[in-house]
């Protein structure tokens, strides 16, 4: 059996300053502390059942793993079934809250985690006079930058059974990003074309595009307006309204809201020109070349860092400052 991924679900950063983190996460962009252990710091935006953001002090910053949730134990054991199959080595872990975690690498270098069952927390959506700074809403997904964009995009396809939404592809037909999901929602899992594996970005989802604003004001207010470096304005590619920040050590977290739903079965997927600016931003807005160029590193499964890989597809898309 196909294990049934139900959705993105949480993400362990290493951070080397937890004090300075917490104040970035927790202080200003107003995530919730759920737990808070020996140097680690578990987080969750209000809409958040579940922890979805670990901090982990460490001596270099980067990502230990990020992880999914599926639906039944049973797809737990469908999922280390199919790693067997593939020669993919793997081990069960437990983490707080979480006592069984499957963790390996991706064929394509990316330390992953899944797991089934969770501890359930008070939710918090509408305790509203518990919401605090720029107001995140809820997980929404993550971005890995590849250089096999279409390698790892057909692995997750063909044995998680993600869906397309979105790609972006050249004059020769080679895709240089690709966007697919398990929710219904435009992505749960970006791929985007650079040297990696490293994550791109971790993104939160919004309640409103004032919120996105607000966080604007609050960075600037702060004195911290070198932490933006992309938007606020509109992506072509999912229509999603963005900001792009970076957190004290480097880690680019995305503010997201208003994509829109990819549940009907005859969903089409939207083909998007390498050359067409559009789809970076609707408004026209140059990114910054950081933006393409920079990304957090990612943790071996055995140790050490993943060694990020150059691919074929060389160059930045056009429109870049
Ligand atoms: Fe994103």
Not at 63 to 78: E, I, N, Q, W
Not at 222 to 236: C, S, V
Not at 298 to 320: D, I, K, S
Request: glycine content about 8%; hydrophobic content about 40%; overall charge negative.
């Amino acid at each position: 059996m196909q294990p049934n991924i139900v959705r993105i679900a949480h993400g362990v950063f290493y951070v080397t300053d937890l004090e300075r983190s917490r104040r970035f996460y927790v202080d200003l962009l107003g995530l919730n502390v759920l737990h808070e252990t020996g140097g680690a710091l578990y987080l969750r935006a209000n809409e958040d059942r579940e922890w979805t953001l670990k901090l982990e002090l460490a001596p270099e910053a980067g990502v230990k793993h990020l992880a999914y949730r599926v639906g039944t134990p049973a797809d737990l054991d469908a999922l280390a079934e199919l790693l067997d199959s593939q020669g993919l080595p793997h081990r069960w872990e437990t983490e707080v809250d979480r006592p069984r975690l499957l963790r390996f690498q991706d064929p394509h270098g990316v330390p992953v985690a899944f797991y089934a069952e969770s501890v359930k927390h008070r939710w918090l959506l509408q305790d509203y006079h518990l919401h605090r700074g720029a107001g995140l809403q809820r997980i929404d997904h993550i971005n890995v930058m590849t250089p096999d964009v279409e390698g790892v995009m057909r692995w997750y396809m063909d044995h998680l059974g993600f869906r397309l939404s979105e790609y972006t592809e050249d004059e020769h037909g080679r895709v240089w990003a690709a966007w697919i999901q398990r929710r219904g929602s435009v992505h749960d899992l970006a791929l985007t074309n650079g040297a990696g594996p490293r994550l791109h970005h971790f993104a939160y989802w919004m309640p409103d595009m004032q919120s996105i604003i607000r966080t604007c004001d609050i960075l600037a207010g702060a004195r911290m307006p070198d932490h933006i470096e992309r938007g606020p304005g509109r992506h072509g590619v999912s229509n999603a309204f963005f900001l792009y920040i970076r957190d004290p050590d480097g880690h680019r977290i995305e503010l997201y809201t208003s994509d829109y739903v990819t549940v009907d079965p005859d969903f089409e997927p939207i083909r998007w020109s390498l050359d067409d600016p559009r789809r970076q931003t609707l408004w026209g807005a140059r990114t910054p070349r950081s933006w393409f160029e920079e990304g957090s590193l990612l943790e071996a499964f055995g140790g050490g860092w993943v060694t990020p890989q150059e691919g074929e597809l060389r160059g930045l898309p056009v429109h870049v400052i």
